[in-house]
């Protein structure tokens, strides 16, 4: 079976063929021709429904699953780098009310500031170097890649004016997906683990 190109879902049950085997069971026995449901003109909707017939073998390990496996260190040092990063915005970044108004300006760039950025970005190039040393990692690798780089845009657009929502907007992106990234796997892991014990 191909591999994913890096970057295309953290399950990757891709539009071709989703590989799954019962215990017991050769794996080249039972593929399950995907791309011959009939998606129509919604295809989202369509894989909505389809989705949910795929979980089960994608979260109890009997698929063929294009992610590297929980790492508690990382999840752990992102969310500590998320809790940072929210610490920060909330002193510098400024506040707006209901109808955009803005309410507190924020506080300019200083050393502080500047210290912020690059511990921050220090800790994502920590994370990264674990991450490299992984197989089947390439969706966690480039989000890591992505958030070095937002830390680098917002330092720079705060160095000309205070932070705003919209200057951060691209930063609270990436954040999300690489919690998203380790939660996924966490629960993956987690009905790996159940399945085990209940055999």
């Given at each position: 079976m191909n591999e994913p190109a890096p970057g295309t879902g953290i399950a990757a049950a891709h539009f071709g063929l989703v590989r799954v085997s019962e215990p017991g069971q050769d794996r080249r026995s039972a593929t399950f021709p995907v791309k011959a449901i009939?998606?129509?003109s919604r295809p989202i909707a369509a894989w909505r429904s389809v989705l949910p017939l795929l979980l089960p073998f994608i979260l109890c390990g009997c698929s063929?699953?294009?992610v590297s496996p929980y790492d508690e260190?990382?999840?752990r040092s992102a969310n500590e780098l998320i809790a940072r990063t929210e610490t920060f915005l909330g002193r510098y970044a400024a506040r707006t009310d209901e109808t955009g108004?803005?309410?507190t300006?924020?506080?300019p760039y200083d050393?502080?500031?500047?210290?912020?950025y690059n511990e921050a970005r220090?800790?994502?190039a920590a994370m990264l170097l674990r991450s490299e040393q992984k197989a089947k990692n390439e969706e966690e690798i480039e989000i890591l890649k992505d958030l070095s780089g937002q830390y680098d845009r917002l330092e720079a657009s705060h160095r000309l004016g205070t932070i705003t929502k919209n200057s951060a907007a691209g930063l609270h992106r990436t954040l999300r997906a690489l919690a998203h990234v380790q939660l996924?796997?966490?629960h993956i892991g987690t009905a790996k683990a159940a399945t085990a014990t209940s055999h």
């Open positions: 009939n998606l129509g063929v699953l294009f260190l990382t999840d108004k803005i309410v300006s924020g506080k050393s502080e500031a500047a210290a912020f220090g800790a994502v996924t796997k966490k």
